[in-house]
Every structure is written in C-alpha cells, then in structure tokens.
C-alpha cells in the first residue's frame, strides 16, 4: 500500500474543478491513515517504514506537522541530525512562502513534541 501511495497523489495531472473534492477527500483519508499506522508498535519498530510513511504524508500534504514531527524524531532517533534540521528547515521554507509567516515551532519543539 505504502509503495503506491508513494507513487504521487491522487489525479495530480487532472486540473478540473470537479476533480478537486475527490482528491482532496482522497488525500485527507491517505494523511489520516498513515499518521494512524505511524502510531502502532509494530510500524514503530521499523525506523525505516516511519519515514517512508512521513514521505509519503508529504506527498499528500507537504505542510503535515505530524508528519515533520514523525520524520525529524525518526532522524533525530537514527543519529542523522543534520537531515532531521535539513527537514525542519525544508518545511519552514515551504511554510513562509505558502503562509506569508514564519513556522511557529522551533526545531527543539519539533523534537521534543514526539515524546508527549
């Protein structure tokens, strides 16, 4: 499942208003489900399938919080801290240029939310 979904979103070379609800209904069940497996003990164990399932959130929403909290702890938790602050700062970037402002949580915060 996880290697379609990885394939691209949804009809993302279809720009046709009527398509719009589908592949956003399509994309809100895809981010729900993966953030829901990313929680099971099982999926956890595999530090390698938690980041395949935030790269693939990404896919379908590129600004997912979740998603950026799951990869960075995941990183962080590997020892590849400079690709955990390289993520964080990714995101930020594409946050600012989407939202006119900056990300409101700090890379420490970032990390330190997946331990809630």
Same mark, same amino acid.
């Given at each position: 499942?996880?290697? $379609?979904?990885?394939?691209?979103?949804?009809?993302?070379?279809?720009?046709?208003?009527?398509?719009?609800?589908?592949?956003?209904?399509?994309?809100?069940?895809?981010?729900?489900?993966?953030?829901?497996?990313?929680?099971?003990?099982?999926?956890?164990?595999?530090?390698? *399938? =938690?980041?395949?399932?935030?790269?693939?959130?990404?896919?379908?929403?590129?600004?997912?919080?979740?998603?950026? @909290? *799951? #990869? =960075?702890?995941?990183? @962080?938790?590997?020892?590849?801290?400079?690709?955990? #602050?390289?993520?964080?700062?990714?995101? =930020? #970037?594409?946050?600012?240029? *989407?939202?006119?402002?900056?990300?409101?949580?700090?890379?420490?915060?970032? $990390?330190?939310?997946?331990?809630?």
């Amino acid at each position: 499942l996880l290697s $379609i979904l990885s394939s691209g979103a949804f009809l993302h070379n279809t720009q046709t208003e009527w398509s719009d609800p589908f592949k956003s209904d399509f994309s809100n069940t895809v981010v729900d489900l993966l953030l829901e497996l990313s929680q099971r003990n099982e999926v956890r164990k595999s530090p390698q *399938l =938690c980041l395949n399932i935030a790269d693939t959130i990404f896919i379908y929403d590129s600004l997912s919080e979740e998603a950026l @909290i *799951l #990869k =960075c702890s995941i990183l @962080i938790n590997m020892g590849r801290h400079g690709l955990a #602050k390289q993520t964080y700062i990714t995101f =930020c #970037k594409e946050y600012t240029i *989407l939202f006119g402002e900056p990300f409101s949580l700090s890379f420490e915060q970032i $990390i330190k939310a997946e331990h809630k």
